[in-house]
């Protein structure tokens, strides 16, 4: 290959792993994945404001409009999920305290039923 060209970072179809990334200076991700792929993210007012997506922003590889959305958009069947084999697709999980609890919860159980760790109430704190 010359040294000229550039191989594509993901390919058609694919998408970055992910990645947390809470601060605006980090940057696990090349922002240039971003340009052209269809980015879904977990909550808009802290995506626009930390992590890859800010950085994409802040950088001019994209903009606010260019954010497809939510994933609660997408749970809810309000937007679509990936529509072509061919479409890269970019979900920023910068993290929320409602997605935190909901996976622990989900592991906690996961883990009462296959008898490891112990039951605890949660909701007596008495």
């Given amino acids: ?19 947390p990334c809470p601060k ?16 879904i993210v977990d909550s808009m007012p802290q995506c626009i404001s930390k992590g890859e997506t800010w950085n994409a922003l802040h950088e001019g590889i994209i903009t606010q ?15 679509p ?22 996976t622990a919860f989900s592991i906690y159980h996961r883990a009462l039923e296959k008898g490891l760790g112990r039951y605890f109430d949660f909701f007596s704190l008495g």
């Fill in 65 to 79: 409009q260019e954010i497809a959305g939510e994933l609660g958009q997408v749970l809810l069947g309000q937007l």
């Fill in 1 to 19: 290959m010359d040294q000229g060209q550039q191989q594509p970072l993901t390919p058609k179809g694919g998408g970055p792993p992910s990645a």
């Fill in 81 to 102: 999920g990936r529509t072509s084999d061919q479409e890269i697709t970019i979900f920023d999980t910068t993290g929320t305290a409602m997605q935190d609890n909901t």
């Fill in 24 to 39: 605006p200076a980090g940057k696990p991700w090349a922002t240039r994945l971003f340009k052209g792929a269809r980015v």
